[in-house]
C-alpha cells in the first residue's frame, strides 16, 4: 500500500530563487494539504487542497501558491525565497475535505535556503 | 484562529513507567484531536485519534482522553519502550480542514 510520496527529498535554493514541491497522496484520496514544519516547532497549515479547489489557507504570504491536478497530485510553489523559508515541506492526505478526517503525512521535503 | 498550547517540551521517563503529555486548545468549535509521533527525520505518523462525542479511547499502550469543558485533551503511554523515544505532537481542528499543532514533546525512555 503505497503512502503519500513526496519530491524532491532535499532542496538547497539561494535568496530570490523559486521553487516548487511536489506531493502524491494515498490512492482514493481526494485531499491534500501543504504544511510548513520549521525546526523544533510543529507543522503550520499553508493549504488545503478538495477536487483541485483550494479550501483553506493559512497564514502565509502571496508568495506561497498551490494547485491540485486532476489525478489529485499536487505542487506548492514559493516564490522569492527568503532565509525563514528554510524548512521542512509536509504534505498530507485525507479521502475527503473536512478537519475531522485523518491526515496522513508525506516524508516531506527539506527546503534549505542560502 | 485555534491555538494548541502543549506541555511538557521534554519529557524523560524510565523504560517500563508511564509518560503523560497534556494539551490545551482554545476553541470550542473544534472537534477531531489526533496525536502524532516523529521520529528524527521521518514524518509525523498518526498514533491515536479522539473526536468529541467520546471522553477516552484506548489502544493497548496508548491512551487518550478529553475534557470538552476544560478544552483539554492527554496522550497516556503505559509501559513505555526504548521504541517510544520520539516527538510527539497533539493537533486539533474543526470540520473546516486545517490541524492546528502543539509545539511538540520530546520523550526520551531511558533504558
Known amino acids: 500500500d503505497a503512502g503519500v510520496t513526496q519530491s524532491p527529498t532535499h532542496l538547497i535554493k539561494t535568496r530570490g530563487q523559486h521553487v516548487t514541491l511536489r506531493c502524491s497522496p494515498i490512492?482514493?484520496?481526494?485531499?491534500v494539504s501543504w504544511y510548513q514544519q520549521v525546526l523544533g516547532q510543529g507543522p503550520q497549515f499553508i493549504f488545503q487542497?478538495?477536487?483541485?479547489?483550494?479550501?483553506g489557507r493559512g497564514n502565509f504570504p502571496d508568495r506561497f501558491s498551490a494547485r491540485q491536478f486532476p489525478n489529485y497530485s499536487s505542487e506548492l510553489n514559493v516564490n522569492a525565497l527568503l532565509l525563514g523559508d528554510s524548512a521542512l515541506y509536509l504534505c498530507?492526505?485525507?479521502?475527503?475535505?473536512?478537519?475531522?478526517?485523518?491526515?496522513?503525512f508525506g516524508p516531506g521535503t527539506r527546503l534549505t535556503v542560502l | 484562529g485555534e491555538n494548541v498550547e502543549q506541555h511538557p517540551s521534554t519529557l524523560s521517563v524510565q523504560e517500563g513507567d508511564s509518560a503523560v503529555i497534556k494539551c490545551t486548545y482554545s476553541?470550542?468549535?473544534?472537534?477531531?484531536f489526533p496525536w502524532y509521533k516523529q521520529e528524527l527525520g521521518k514524518r509525523p505518523q498518526l498514533i491515536i485519534d479522539?473526536?468529541?462525542?467520546?471522553g477516552e479511547k484506548k489502544d493497548q499502550r496508548i491512551a487518550v482522553t478529553l475534557n470538552k469543558t476544560a478544552k483539554h485533551f492527554s496522550l497516556h503511554i503505559t509501559e513505555t519502550q526504548p521504541e517510544d523515544s520520539a516527538v510527539y505532537f497533539c493537533?486539533?481542528?474543526?470540520?473546516?480542514?486545517?490541524?492546528?499543532f502543539g509545539a511538540g514533546t520530546t520523550v526520551t525512555v531511558r533504558a
Open positions: 479522539i473526536r468529541s462525542n467520546v
Open positions: 493537533a486539533a481542528s474543526k470540520v473546516d480542514y486545517k490541524l492546528s
Open positions: 476553541d470550542s468549535a473544534s472537534n477531531y
Open positions: 498530507a492526505s485525507s479521502p475527503r475535505t473536512g478537519g475531522s478526517d485523518t491526515q496522513y
Open positions: 487542497y478538495y477536487e483541485k479547489e483550494e479550501r
Open positions: 490512492s482514493g484520496h481526494k485531499s
